[in-house]
């Protein structure tokens, strides 16, 4: 992975104290959702089916955390669930994060897939400042191949008050498989429970229609 150890080490320099998760007295959090379709990466991830989706986490003052979260909604691959754990917090005035997250999915297309973890590990380098936040994201997992070759993906957001901004951009390594595209996406957090997004493709070597999703989700009280 020609591309994996500049993401590396740009983690490495995150890390050392430069958007994530911030430090919070130990805890146990979880929530759930349902949304008209499941949107990944400004993708439409099944036929406009809808998504039921659910997390549980575990957050340390340190800025350690760990946690699973779990959808339905991915006609293609099935049930999807996601273990990751990382560490972030913030320095003057500067937020950092970093984890790695392995997905995992139990039947469908991908099930025939495995590595140490999952069927594929990738990890996420995030600094942000204010309202601002810049993440990376590279596979680590030898089945990077299986799931489209190398890529970096780059993720640039920006909130005000209930509207957020972010655009992204999906890079394949040179002579990979992997699709190169640019998506943009507009949300609208109408209270904090119910939220609306459109996401759209703007450029690379996909063509979709501009997507449109509703969410409502909720804490659990445990």
Request: charged share 15%.
């Amino acid at each position: 992975m020609k591309k994996l150890s500049q993401v590396i080490a740009l983690a490495g320099v995150m890390s050392a104290g430069l958007l994530g998760v911030q430090a919070v007295q130990a805890e146990v959090s979880a929530s759930a959702a349902i949304a008209n379709n499941y949107i990944f990466r400004g993708l439409l991830m099944g036929s406009g089916t809808p998504a039921v989706s659910g997390a549980l986490d575990y957050a340390h003052e340190s800025g350690a955390y760990a946690g699973v979260w779990g959808t339905s909604g991915d006609t293609a691959a099935g049930d999807e669930y996601n273990v990751y754990f990382g560490f972030g917090g913030e320095a003057s005035g500067l937020s950092y994060d970093l984890n790695v997250l392995t997905y995992v999915y139990p039947g469908g297309l991908a099930a025939s897939v495995k590595s140490d973890l999952g069927q594929l590990t990738e990890v996420t380098a995030s600094v942000g400042y204010g309202a601002i936040g810049l993440s990376v994201t590279a596979p680590v997992s030898d089945e990077a191949d299986v799931f489209g070759n190398d890529y970096v993906y780059t993720k640039l957001s920006l909130g005000y008050e209930a509207f957020g901004l972010v655009v992204a951009n999906n890079a394949a390594e040179d002579g990979g498989t992997a699709t190169d595209y640019t998506h943009v996406d507009l949300s609208y957090a109408f209270n904090d429970n119910v939220s609306f997004g459109l996401s759209k493709i703007v450029d690379g070597d996909i063509s979709q229609r501009t997507l449109f999703q509703v969410s409502y989700s909720l804490p659990i009280e445990l």
